[in-house]
């Protein structure tokens, strides 16, 4: 089974968001970047199929230079192998994106002579949520698609794949013909954290790297906003165990006890 | 201009986040004719709520080899709906709820289409004008939409004569239409190739058991200031006093103490509960953006700092491991002794 995830690069925002003077980017001076959790859960679900089924994992990124560090971590939790799609670092948009992601997907497919068996994105990106650029890879692909998939499970003929997902009450079940595009949630799994030899291969491990070509999208940012909150500060009830009877008349007053 | 919406059923009830999805459709139409698609032949039910808020086209997916949920079957009806869009007079709008089926369906549609899925949005209007070279000429949309799953709004543009919308329910009311519609009801049958129906759900019933998370009256979450597995025995015993659930924060899910089900926030569940009580959680904005919708909010942390204090309305400043007890001692004696 050969599997090619697909991550993205957004800073690790905290307690509060801070734009840049101009409103047009989180500012980052002070952040650190990760990747969304659906995405870390896809490394760690890739990662899975091959400790059973064998293949390998590749993991892929468009980003600016420094995502080469996502990449690295991906391979420090069992990815094989890393593609850098680089960009100057400006949101291309789903359709842009999209578009880069597929061409570059026939390029490595080219290259290998043969389609990655899964490909898995996460269900939306941490940042932007767009919900679709693994859908629109997917078509552009040809490849069926199950989104939200929160349980994922490879037929044993190596022909298919079983997915689920909770809907509203229901459990829906897919089956997908193989190759196919899945994108999965958080709660598929539980990703590993990396481990030392991990962190070493991953330091030394080849990146390759390739420059998409981004047509302009539709959709063109303006500003960001950060929403203004009701809530700005809380009534301090009191301290430590002193504050109970106040609590128990809280809930009184809120209707939440018998 | 053409309309038209993707509207989720339960029974024969109309969804509520679809309600929604239907009131920004009918103003970004502003006044022009209302379509919609179900996925089943709807009831007497739905069919007098879809009347109301102003649907006079409703049609239901009724393709032969469509049993089950068939997200492309459903893009695929909604592509013929506004198949006249390829004459290029018209303007359309495609909208549904930005729930898991409402944003796969708009995703296919724009895959299939050309068309920009705009998710998560909060405000669209038609704009006549827009900037010439624009890469779509002869109209657009001025958009407010979600990033960061609401921690941010960004304000855009969408330079094209038709535009793909899921619209976050918290955005809009649900208010019927001035002028109620006359409903017709016709089945639709789209050219489905074979990728289309490969990819069809079988459903079958989750066991439910407790107060679901979702919809709990009162959801008592911990976070990583709970200091291990252990210590949710007294949150849960809280949250049974409350008749609430119990939610928990993504270091919680992360470190293996409780299942990710519970989990809270941007990459969980989102709640809107009567009360929401944060203990030893920090308040990430992440964590923020599946509990702002509680009405009432009570945080419980040692530092008086955290961000989880200032969004809180009402603020304990002490340790969630004597805090708790305490608190659960006094309302166990409080039902005693009632
Ligand atoms: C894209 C993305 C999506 C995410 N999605 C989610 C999500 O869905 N849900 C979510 O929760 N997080 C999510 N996160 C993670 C989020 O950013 C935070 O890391 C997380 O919420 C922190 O959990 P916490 O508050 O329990 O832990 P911490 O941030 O470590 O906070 C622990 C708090 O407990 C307090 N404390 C410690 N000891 C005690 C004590 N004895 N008594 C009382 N208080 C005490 C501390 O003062 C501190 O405020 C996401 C992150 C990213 C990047
Ligand atoms: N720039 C990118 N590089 C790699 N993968 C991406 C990129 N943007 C989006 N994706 C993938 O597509 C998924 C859905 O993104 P979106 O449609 O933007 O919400 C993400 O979770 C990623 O797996």
Request: hydrophobic content about 45%; some cysteine.
């Amino acid at each position: 089974m050969d599997v090619l995830v697909y991550v993205k690069r957004v800073p690790a925002v905290g307690g509060r968001i801070v734009l840049t003077p101009d409103g047009r980017e989180v500012d980052t001076s002070m952040l650190g970047f990760t990747v969304s959790p659906h995405e870390e859960c896809a490394v760690e679900e890739a990662v899975q199929i091959t400790e059973r089924h064998g293949g390998t994992v590749t993991v892929s990124t468009m980003g600016p230079p420094e995502a080469i560090e996502q990449l690295r971590t991906a391979i420090s939790v069992g990815a094989h192998a890393a593609h850098l799609l680089v960009t100057t670092g400006v949101d291309a948009g789903p359709i842009a994106t999209s578009r880069a992601l597929a061409s570059s997907v026939r390029e490595l497919e080219g290259g290998r002579g043969r389609p990655f068996d899964l490909i898995l994105c996460g269900n939306e990106a941490a940042d932007t949520g767009d919900h679709q650029v693994g859908v629109r890879l997917a078509h552009a692909l040809g490849r069926p698609c199950a989104t939200g998939v929160k349980q994922l499970q490879i037929e044993a003929t190596g022909e298919s794949v079983e997915a689920s997902r909770e809907y509203r009450g229901s459990q829906e079940h897919f089956t997908l013909r193989l190759p196919a595009v899945v994108t999965v949630k958080e709660g598929i799994n539980l990703p590993r954290y990396p481990s030392l030899p991990g962190r070493m291969r991953a330091k030394k491990a080849d990146v390759s790297t390739a420059t998409p070509t981004l047509e302009p999208e539709p959709l063109v940012m303006q500003r960001l906003r950060v929403p203004r909150t009701e809530r700005t500060s809380a009534e301090v009830l009191g301290h430590g165990v002193d504050a109970v009877p106040a609590l128990v008349a809280l809930f009184e007053t809120l209707g939440v006890v018998p | 201009m053409i309309t038209v919406c993707f509207v989720e059923l339960d029974g024969d009830e109309v969804v509520d986040a679809s309600l929604r999805a239907v009131t920004f459709a009918r103003r970004l139409g502003g006044g022009a004719p209302l379509g919609c698609l179900v996925l089943d032949r709807p009831g007497p039910g739905a069919l007098a709520q879809l009347a109301a808020f102003g649907v006079a086209d409703v049609r239901h997916l009724d393709a032969g080899d469509v049993h089950g949920y068939a997200p492309m079957a459903a893009a695929a009806a909604l592509a013929e709906m506004v198949a006249p869009f390829d004459d290029g007079v018209d303007v359309v709008a495609v909208v549904a709820a930005a729930t898991d089926h409402g944003n796969e369906v708009l995703a296919h549609l724009g895959a299939t289409t050309g068309l920009e899925l705009v998710a998560n949005c909060v405000d669209a209007q038609v704009q006549a004008e827009v900037e010439p070279g624009g890469p779509g000429n002869g109209g657009g949309f001025a958009v407010v939409r979600q990033r960061w799953a609401g921690s941010l709004l960004e304000d855009a543009v969408l330079h094209a004569r038709g535009g793909l919308f899921s619209v976050v329910a918290e955005a809009v009311t649900a208010e019927p239409s001035p002028v109620a519609a006359e409903v017709t009801v016709r089945p639709i049958a789209p050219a489905l190739t074979p990728l289309d129906l490969a990819v069809q759900a079988v459903e079958t019933r989750s066991e439910g058991g407790g107060v679901s998370l979702a919809s709990a009256r009162v959801v008592v979450s911990g976070g990583r200031g709970i200091g291990g597995a252990e210590g949710f025995g007294v949150v849960e015993e809280l949250a049974t006093l409350l008749g609430g659930a119990v939610g928990v924060s993504r270091a919680v899910t992360s470190a293996g103490w409780r299942p990710h089900r519970e989990q809270v926030g941007q990459t969980g569940t989102r709640v809107a509960p009567h009360l929401y009580v944060a203990c030893g959680i920090s308040g990430a904005i992440q964590h923020l953006a599946g509990c702002q919708g509680a009405t009432h909010m009570v945080a419980i942390n040692t530092d008086p700092d955290a961000p989880i204090m200032a969004r809180a309305d009402y603020a304990i400043v002490g340790d969630v491991s004597v805090v708790l007890p305490a608190l659960v001692d006094a309302l166990r004696h409080r039902t005693a002794g009632s």
